[in-house]
T-cell receptor, first 117, second 114 residues
């Protein structure tokens, strides 16, 4: 049971380049999330998904797109990277909060450190 | 939406002392308040949580208290040890809603000096 995994662990991009971050979970969780973590700013939600084929915007969605074609995978895309997107990106997953007696602990992946030059 | 504020942003204590981190929330409908610990270079992990029908919860050296009327909750760590050094995040959510979204505070960097 690998839990939540993220690919890649590190990446350096030039301004204007595109890339996709992959998140995978093997816990059969319904919900998945993408956060970015910047010094002093905590964890800010970019996009999230409450099920296969559905996505929604979080707190800081601009410049990012997501897709959830399979329940176990959640992809985060940067179409045209900017230096302001330099950050550590965390994916997380959880059960539905309406089930399992409210067990909505979020399980985080190891993170992807992205630098945009 | 919910707004969670966390204080202090940094906290230094001597080994063996207690540490307290405080959070306030704005949405009176929030009813679930977890705390996550993130060690340097690692992922955040849940350490304790409290639900709005409970005023206090303890787990060994850590405890969380909740004041629904004042809309604030706190993390208490007693007999601190160097391995408690980490960033701690509080969060708030509506358990039972269809969203399951957590609203995080900005974090507290706790340093425990030996």
């Amino acid at each position: 049971n690998a839990g939540v995994t993220q690919t890649p662990k590190f990446r350096v991009l030039k301004t204007g380049q595109s890339m996709t971050l992959l998140c995978a979970q093997d816990m059969n969780h319904e919900y998945m999330y993408w956060y970015r973590q910047d010094p002093g700013m905590g964890l800010r939600l970019i996009h999230y998904s409450v099920g296969e084929g559905t996505t929604a915007k979080g707190e800081v969605p601009d410049g990012y797109n997501v897709s959830r074609l399979k329940k176990q995978n959640f992809l985060l895309g940067l179409e045209s990277a900017a230096p302001s997107q330099t950050s550590v990106y965390f994916c997380a997953s959880s059960y539905s909060s309406s089930g399992r007696a409210g067990l909505i602990e979020q399980f985080f992946g190891p993170g992807t450190r992205l630098t945009v030059l | 939406g919910e707004n969670v504020e966390q204080h202090p942003s940094t906290l230094s204590v001597q080994e063996g002392d207690s540490a307290v981190i405080k959070c306030t929330y704005s949405d009176s409908a929030s009813n679930y308040f977890p705390w996550y610990k993130q060690e340097l270079g690692k992922r955040p992990q849940l350490i304790i949580d409290i639900r709005s029908n409970v005023g206090e919860k303890k787990d060994q050296r850590i405890a969380v208290t909740l004041n629904k009327t004042a809309k604030h909750f706190s993390l208490h760590i007693t007999e601190t040890q160097p391995e408690d050094s980490a960033v701690y995040f509080c969060a708030a959510s509506r358990r039972g809603s269809t969203l399951g979204r957590l609203y995080f505070g900005r974090g507290t960097q706790l340093t425990v000096w030996p």
